[in-house]
């Protein structure tokens, strides 16, 4: 019987490594397949864009674990699907999360191409997720779950993905936790064992995030607002959103706050509100307050930046989330809400964020999460993920 084959996203990193390792024992044809995403390095943190190295590392442990090794390069594609929606969220005010949109459009799909291209029956990543396969109805479903290691599960950066894309994917590490694949790594002598794990954007690595945006987004001065705690601003009555609430009500509460300078006092400047993002401290620059300052609020037309003292402060949390309805994704089309209905379920709106409680309510224009605790820094443009126990089961954009 031949072998079935795996193209596997060598990135040149331990889990990847690790992850082609654990197909070839399982009796896989494998492949590496190495890709490169990007190469401008402005706004990069010097030699913090270092694909070069990571290629040679794949190279090495391609040729360590005796499997082809190609290349390809896809940073066209990456700038036009990934990059470019980056700019544009970021110029609307909203802050976009962009390795989502990477497995989405380029890992699951791109590349996925690329690794039919050479035969492959599979992709594989180095992803810390699971996934299993039910009949239901008699029809296949793909179910995507959290990896084992909690610590490290992934499962919120393919959120987006279909079931097609699904169908498709292998996770080979997802039931291993991380210490053990280091230990795995480092029993092959592999080159990646003792390599620390890449962070800030796929691909791109670690950015400051305003010098990279200025590529093509402009700087420009504005001013920075602070606001009391004790505002009027953050008088919500969140208990309506537990009591049957109507669509006008649930669309009222998931509003972000609106600002205006009259409710607060002028603090400092900003080199430009497309830069900043909620909850973000770093980078204003404005001291002299008993507590570090927070962003609560951005106005992009006028160029405004709110901020509040304090990490609890009330401007950073909002217990009620909107999702359009055309910003919404099911990863099982089978447990799509119908309009008017009302599931409990658990959320996550940010990676490694711990499952939250909190009700969904599908409306003709949306879905509305009302969480049972209020959640700190709910911004625009990031996802929410929904998940049953430990099967993640849809996800939408935030409004």
């Not at 594989?124 to 084992?148: F, N, P, Q, V, W």
């Not at 209020?374 to 993920?385: D, E, K, L, N, V």
Request: proline share 4%; with cysteine; net charge negative.
């Amino acid at each position: 019987m031949q072998k079935k084959k795996v193209v596997i996203g060598l990135s040149g990193g331990v889990d990847s490594s690790v992850a082609a390792y654990v197909l070839k024992e399982q009796g896989y044809e494998v492949i590496g397949l190495f890709m490169k995403n990007w190469h401008d390095t402005t706004g990069v943190l010097e030699a913090d864009c270092p694909w070069l190295d990571d290629k040679f590392d794949a190279m090495a442990v391609a040729k360590k674990l005796d499997i082809p090794f190609h290349f390809v390069d896809l940073s066209e594609q990456y700038r036009a699907r990934v990059v470019d929606y980056m700019f544009s969220e970021y110029e609307k005010g909203r802050t976009p999360n962009p390795d989502v949109l990477c497995n989405r459009e380029i890992k699951f799909d791109v590349f996925l191409d690329k690794a039919f291209e050479l035969g492959a029956d599979y992709v594989a990543t180095g992803h810390y997720c699971r996934k299993e396969t039910i009949i239901k109805d008699g029809k296949e479903y793909h179910r995507l779950l959290a990896g084992s290691d909690s610590n490290k599960d992934q499962s919120y950066f393919l959120c987006q993905l279909s079931q097609e894309q699904l169908s498709k994917a292998l996770f080979p590490v997802g039931d291993i936790v991380k210490p053990e694949v280091r230990r795995i790594a480092n029993e092959l002598n592999l080159i990646t064992a003792h390599k620390k794990d890449s962070q800030g954007i796929c691909f791109v690595g670690k950015v400051d995030l305003p010098v990279f945006l200025q590529q093509k987004l402009e700087s420009k001065k504005g001013k920075v607002f602070v606001i009391d705690k004790h505002s009027e601003l953050f008088v919500r009555d969140w208990q309506k959103a537990f009591d049957d609430p109507t669509d006008e009500m649930l669309e009222e509460l998931s509003q972000p706050y609106i600002y205006h300078p009259k409710y607060g006092k002028k603090v400092g400047e900003h080199g430009g509100a497309h830069f900043y993002t909620i909850g973000q401290r770093k980078g204003l620059n404005i001291g002299g307050f008993a507590e570090p300052l927070f962003i609560i609020g951005t106005n992009i037309p006028y160029n405004q930046i709110y901020v509040g003292m304090g990490k609890q402060h009330p401007g950073l949390f909002r217990q009620v989330l909107k999702v359009n309805a055309d910003e919404l994704h099911w990863v099982r089309p089978d447990l799509a809400m119908e309009e008017g209905e009302s599931r409990r379920l658990k959320i996550r709106i940010r990676y490694r964020q711990p499952l939250q409680d909190g009700v969904i309510h599908s409306r003709k224009d949306g879905m509305y999460v009302v969480f049972d605790e209020p959640q700190r820094g709910i911004t625009a443009g990031q996802f929410a993920a929904w998940y049953v126990d430990d099967e993640l089961i849809g996800s939408g954009v935030i409004s």
